[in-house]
């Protein structure tokens, strides 16, 4: 095979292989357009299970965190909404010391990309974000 025709025949293998990746029909993600299709789609995370949390109030009693609650939901959609909780911090084993207040509003899950997304959906700085053990 002459070098023209392997050129010529490269090209257009290159221009196939790149026309039908340009085909495919795009896929909606759930959810925020940010925030990753699979996420929110998992089981609630049980006791004792290793799970990303991302801590973004505190307060003196869960009453005083409802507004920050329902903010953080609507920014969320209702679809991922169920990922964030009221709770004691005591809930979560391996928590900074940063988190003092006996409640907390905090979005929970065991994917570590999704509760990313979800907080920069709220706020640019979590008082924590990593990984703990659930206990309640």
């Known amino acids: 095979m002459t070098r023209p025709t392997r050129t010529i025949l490269t090209l257009t293998v ?9 085909s495919s029909e795009p896929v909606e993600p759930l959810g925020s357009p940010s925030l990753p299709a699979s996420f929110g789609a998992a089981a609630s995370p049980t006791v004792g299970q290793r799970i990303w949390v991302a801590v973004l109030a505190e307060g003196a009693d869960a009453d005083a965190l409802e507004g920050d609650l329902g903010s953080a939901q609507q920014a969320v ?4 909404a169920a990922r964030i909780v009221i709770t004691e911090p005591s809930c979560y084993e391996g928590l900074g010391p940063e988190v003092e207040g006996p409640s907390i509003v905090a979005i929970q899950d065991a994917a570590e990309h999704g509760v990313h997304a979800m907080f920069l959906e709220i706020t640019d700085e979590p008082l924590f974000f990593g990984p703990v053990t659930l206990r309640c």
């Open 77 to 80: 959609g209702e679809y991922l």
């Open 14 to 22: 290159l221009a196939a292989a790149f026309a039908a990746a340009c």
